[in-house]
């Protein structure tokens, strides 16, 4: 099984300068390879479907006068920055994600390392670099693969360490019960609701951290282009979006961590991201639940215990369908929280009922891949009015 942690680094300044070149030739090669690749796209459009190897251009890359400086830097990282354009380049056809962006000097920087990488107590070592002082929290037992340097905006090192331990990939479950399948669904109201009828609302110091974020934003935007002030704004914007991102990823690795603990499955909806991040009204509030980034920490946490992550398209429009009866309401503008079926007469909460959807569609998607799972027992109570909902939020953590 592969195991990834991420620790803290103190370079010194020597070393930091040499990271700093690292960082940049990775830079170089993938935007290098960028310009190239667009160049292409644009001449052969679409059709633009065989691998185009810009690896191969490295070694004649580091040949030349002009990008000899090319040779400093560890190969790995600079081949890796080649597989990382081509692979962004894979989304951008066959995902239809965006296309690929050119890497800024004043964004995150990262750099790849597979080949003579080790690691000690308090310190890990790269090619062509001496060891570097680092904060190792728990050693992880098993046989080091590979080590990814990077920069944050605000200037922190860390390295992420991915081990191979002994211990196997625990098989996939084969038999269910149904009361441990929760169908989790998004909210704009709340980060999560759960098809128990649990709202997870995003916690109190998660919005405090935003609100701190928001004033430094003000406070940089009255700033005069160029000037040192602006400079000095911009750096504590970023210490700010990183406490934002440090705090929202903290509260999801727990809530993700509870949530497989005490599921056997989890069923989600994936693509109504894409749609709603469409919409530029909505996407500020998708942004700030992040759903993306929950459930990959819910895939990985799941595959750790043999448990299941079942995504599903939401074609079936969980939130228009009554769950006891099927009926499909033809509309059900975002601002409706609750609403009762003309067929069955049940009350619904908008989001539970859509959880509770999800769920369903989740164990018959489960029983089609030949697992079992076992009858509801009347556990889970259908139509469960709005008053019911439990309100966890902040208690969550
Ligand atoms: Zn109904």
Same mark, same amino acid.
């Given at each position: ?14 070393? &930091? ?22 160049? !292409?796209?644009? !001449? ?32 790995? *990282? ?12 894979? !989304? ?12 800024? #000097? ?13 690691? $000690? ?8 670099? $001496? ?10 037992? $098993? ?34 019960? &149904?009361? #441990?399948? =929760? ?13 128990? $009828? ?16 928001? !004033? /430094? ?71 700030? *639940? ?12 799941? /595959?750790?215990?043999?448990?299941? =992550? ?9 939130? #228009? ?45 489960? #029983?089609?891949?030949? =697992? ?26």
């Amino acid at each position: 099984m592969l195991k990834a942690t991420k620790i803290r680094l103190y370079p010194t300044r020597e070393q &930091a300068e040499f990271l700093n070149r690292q960082f940049g030739s990775v830079r170089f090669c993938y935007n290098t390879g960028l310009r190239i690749m667009s160049h !292409r796209y644009k !001449r052969h459009g679409q059709s633009l479907s065989a691998k185009y190897d810009t690896k191969k251009l490295l070694p004649v890359a580091k040949k030349s006068r002009k990008y000899g400086w090319l040779k400093e830097a560890d190969s790995v *990282a600079l081949a890796q920055a080649c597989i990382n354009l081509d692979k962004a380049f894979q !989304r951008f056809f066959k995902e239809k994600k965006g296309y690929p962006r050119f890497k800024r #000097k004043r964004g995150k920087q990262s750099s790849y390392h597979c080949m003579s990488v080790s690691c $000690g107590e308090s310190w890990v070592k790269v090619p062509k670099l $001496g060891p570097i002082k680092a904060r190792v929290h728990r050693s992880v037992e $098993g046989k080091l693969k590979s080590i990814t340097l990077s920069r944050t905006v605000t200037g922190k090192h860390y390295a992420s360490l991915l081990y191979e331990t002994e211990q196997p990939v625990p098989e996939p479950m084969t038999a269910i019960d &149904a009361t #441990k399948v =929760l169908g989790l669904d998004m909210g704009l109201s709340h980060l999560a609701i759960d098809s128990t $009828g649990r709202k997870v609302a995003n916690p109190r110091f998660i919005k405090q951290v935003q609100k701190n974020l928001k !004033r /430094k934003q003000q406070s940089l935007s009255r700033k005069q282009k160029g000037s040192s002030k602006r400079a000095k704004a911009r750096l504590l914007v970023a210490k700010a979006h990183e406490r934002v991102a440090d705090a929202r990823s903290d509260f999801q690795h727990k809530l993700s961590r509870q949530i497989v603990d005490d599921n056997q499955a989890v069923i989600v909806e994936t693509l109504k991201v894409n749609n709603m991040m469409k919409n530029a009204k909505l996407a500020k509030h998708i942004g700030d *639940a992040s759903w993306h980034a929950l459930i990959a920490k819910l895939a990985y946490k799941a /595959k750790e215990q043999g448990k299941h =992550l079942v995504k599903i398209d939401p074609w079936f429009a969980s939130s #228009k369908t009554c769950h006891v009866c099927q009926h499909k309401m033809d509309a059900m503008p975002l601002n409706i929280r609750s609403w009762a079926c003309p067929t069955c007469h049940t009350r619904h909460d908008r989001d539970i009922n859509a959880a509770l959807n999800i769920q369903h569609q989740g164990i018959l998607k489960l #029983k089609a891949e030949g =697992l079992s799972v076992s009858a509801h027992r009347g556990l889970r109570k259908s139509g469960m009015p709005p008053v019911a909902a439990v309100e966890v939020g902040s208690s969550v953590r």
